[in-house]
């Protein structure tokens, strides 16, 4: 397989190839339509006036129209039958008609530069042939002649041909060897990439690439090196997920395990069966709970393929929400104060929805003191729909509110153990509205409270 080197230099090759085509295709195409008939038009004025010198100088004829051969001209003097005579370079090629003579010699005007054919990649310019002059009668010792001429292109250009064609065959050279060095410069960071992507395909997320240039190469190279650190985050972050569903399935198992082996001895008082038997449910609840959830995270990671959106009332929801929650408030003997609009609607997962209500008001629930309050206000702007949930606990310490949204991260890690709760409630949270296009965000006061707000766009 060719590399990336060769297939730019060859992909320039043919650029220049095709741009000197169309180039001469283009010129050719102006020359045949604009300068030709200019052309033609000035050549025969130039034989209309060797025609007027010759027919009022006859005797000089001769030594006049070698002079002007000389100057840069191709000069064919015929009466159309035996006498003719040429002046000047030779024609490469001697295709002029006799009807053509015998027009001229009756007095017309021959045309044959405007009347050269038309070919894509032939400039008639060049073409040394008899039948590309132009052709005009004159009287001389009473006899009528044919005069044909055309420029000695040759010699009129010669060394200037030579020189342009020096200078484009130099420039093409240059230009070649200058596309090498360039090539070289454009692919060789590219390739260090291709070397990085190799390191990172076997585990190596520890890159450094040079970011100095500001175009896109050094723009990539940036955005690699982002992408190789933002890799190493998720891979730490996979392993430390494995190590955490690992640990909080191990010891909900180990208790299992230990309390059903000591209630198969059988001899056990029925006070203390019963107590080990209420803490084999309660971890085996926590285990449902906790399956529950991954499966939860699991889909939810599938994307926007995984949502059913329709159009709802967000004050309908969010009581029905703490309807769910209404024995834990009275038993905390909580206070829940709703500000939601009966008019906001929101266009999203309604069941995903309901989970993120839940979620934050369980939270809430759990976590604030008896006696407290919690509120739910929500507003809509012109861009976007924002629920706050507030409440009156004791806060949450600044350390602690960069970690909420990850995954198996507690604030009080013997409590929350404790009570049940898995962990990734504020996870399912994040990545819900993250899904909906929005923002979820925590703020919180030690020994004032704490706030959640929720931002969702507006559809």
């Not at 090629?93 to 001229?104: A, G, H, K, S, Y």
């Not at 629930?365 to 629920?387: D, F, K, L, M, Y």
């Amino acid at each position: 397989m060719k590399s990336l080197y060769y297939r730019v230099f060859l992909i320039t090759l043919a650029v220049i190839f095709a741009s000197s085509m169309l180039g001469l295709l283009a010129s050719n195409i102006y020359y045949h339509t604009k300068l030709k008939p200019y052309n033609d038009k000035k050549l025969v004025s130039i034989a209309e006036q060797m025609k007027d010198f010759v027919e009022f100088n006859p005797e000089g004829m001769e030594r006049y129209l070698r002079n002007a051969a000389s100057l840069g001209y191709e000069i064919y003097v015929t009466d159309g039958q035996e006498e003719s005579h040429f002046y000047g370079g030779g024609f490469r090629e001697q295709d002029l008609d006799n009807q053509d003579i015998r027009f001229v010699l009756s007095g017309g005007t021959y045309h044959g530069v405007a009347q050269f054919p038309n070919k894509p990649f032939i400039t008639g310019f060049f073409e040394n042939r008899l039948s590309n002059t132009v052709g005009v009668p004159f009287q001389t010792s009473g006899k009528t002649y044919a005069l044909f001429m055309r420029p000695d292109v040759l010699l009129q250009f010669g060394e200037l041909r030579t020189f342009f064609a020096l200078v484009l065959s130099l420039t093409i050279i240059i230009s070649i060897l200058f596309f090498l060095m360039s090539t070289r410069y454009i692919v060789k960071p590219i390739t260090r990439l291709t070397e990085a992507t190799k390191r990172l395909a076997q585990g190596n997320y520890n890159l450094r690439l040079k970011t100095g240039r500001r175009d896109e190469i050094g723009q990539l190279a940036g955005h690699f090196m982002t992408m190789g650190r933002e890799l190493e985050r998720v891979d730490l972050a996979r392993q430390q997920f494995v190590s955490n569903v690992s640990h909080e399935i191990q010891s909900p198992l180990t208790s299992i395990q230990g309390f059903a082996k000591v209630l198969a001895q059988g001899n056990l008082p029925e006070e203390e069966r019963l107590q080990y038997a209420s803490i084999i449910e309660t971890e085996s609840r926590h285990l449902s709970m906790l399956s529950k959830q991954l499966l939860l995270l699991s889909t939810l990671e599938q994307g926007e393929e995984a949502l059913n959106k329709k159009r709802f009332y967000l004050r309908g929801q969010i009581r029905q929400a703490a309807g769910m929650l209404q024995w834990q408030l009275e038993e905390k003997e909580l206070l829940l104060k709703l500000s939601v609009p009966e008019s906001i609607s929101v266009q999203g997962d309604e069941v995903l929805l309901m989970q993120v209500w839940t979620n934050l008001l369980s939270n809430a629930a759990n976590h604030i003191p008896p006696g407290r309050s919690i509120e739910v206000h929500a507003e809509e702007t012109q861009s976007c729909i924002r629920v706050v949930i507030s409440d009156t606990g004791e806060g949450i310490a600044p350390e602690h509110l960069p970690f909420l949204f990850d995954r198996f991260y507690r604030v009080d890690r013997a409590r929350e153990r404790a009570s049940g709760r898995t962990g990734l409630g504020l996870a399912i949270v994040k990545k819900i509205v993250q899904l909906h296009e929005g923002n979820v965000e925590v703020s919180s006061s030690p020994g004032v409270g704490t706030r959640f707000t929720v931002t969702l766009p507006k559809l």
